[in-house]
């Protein structure tokens, strides 16, 4: 029922689920979502704490996000989630996660 931000990620190597490096922004919203449909639910690990700058670091998404690219990964997110991914009506370039039964 709530969103788990994806700033870092654990995966395991056992996992049968593919990462899609292709992705280049939002790749946290399609795993997420291949998650839910593989497993039923997704968890959040609180006994971590990781201590970094995200937003404005060298490096990494915030040397290359575009408005244009975020909008293509909407549209691909759309296509491969239709009923869970939406615009967000209230901030460009965003969007709304909410899992319906698939």
Known sequence: ??????????????????????????????????????????????????????????GGAVAYRTSELEDETIATLMTRWPNAIKPNPKRPHEVLFKWLDH
């Not at 994806?6 to 395991?12: E, F, H, P, S, W």
């Not at 922004?25 to 639910?41: C, M, N, P, S, W």
């Open 1 to 58: 029922k709530h969103f788990i931000v994806g700033d870092t990620m654990l995966i395991r190597r056992v996992t049968p689920l593919p990462f899609d490096e292709g992705l280049r922004v939002k790749e946290d919203y399609d795993y997420t979502a291949q998650h839910i449909l593989h497993h039923g639910r997704v968890v959040r690990l609180g006994s971590l704490l990781a201590s970094f700058r995200h937003g404005t670091n060298p």
